[in-house]
Nanobody, 126 residues
């Protein structure tokens, strides 16, 4: 079955860190751009970070730049999102998504991705 599955969410205090992981099965993630998005109830899903297939280009939303880092482990067929200096406003369900090809725009829209995980909840307390 072709799928991506997120893990690593949880409850953390403001200023803390979490590492999210996106594991793929039935496909090779290193051939695609991979993105992380997040969504809070009542709001649209928003872009967080993305990395193209080669890992040579990454981009982040302004709200997480300097605090979050996206990375790949091709041997494990995973993509991770290291989140540091977490803020209460980072609270959301985080989604991993596989792109339609090896590239995406620098600040991609959801329709540039065609395979989504089920999401993992991140809650940052004050």
């Amino acid at each position: 079955q072709v799928q991506v599955v997120e893990s690593g969410g949880g409850l953390v205090q403001a200023g803390g860190s979490l590492r999210l992981s996106c594991a793929a099965s039935g496909l090779t993630l290193s051939s695609y751009v991979v993105g992380w998005f997040r969504q809070v109830p009542g709001k649209d899903r928003e872009f967080v970070a993305r990395m193209i297939w080669s890992g040579t280009a990454r981009s982040y939303s302004d709200s997480v730049k300097g605090r979050f880092t996206i990375s790949r482990d091709n041997a494990k067929n995973t993509v991770s999102l290291q989140m540091n200096s977490l803020k209460p406003e980072d609270t959301a369900v985080y989604y991993c998504a596989k792109g339609r090809g090896p590239y995406s725009s620098e600040y991609p829209e959801e329709n540039e991705f065609d395979l989504w995980g089920q999401g993992t909840q991140v809650t940052v307390s004050t």
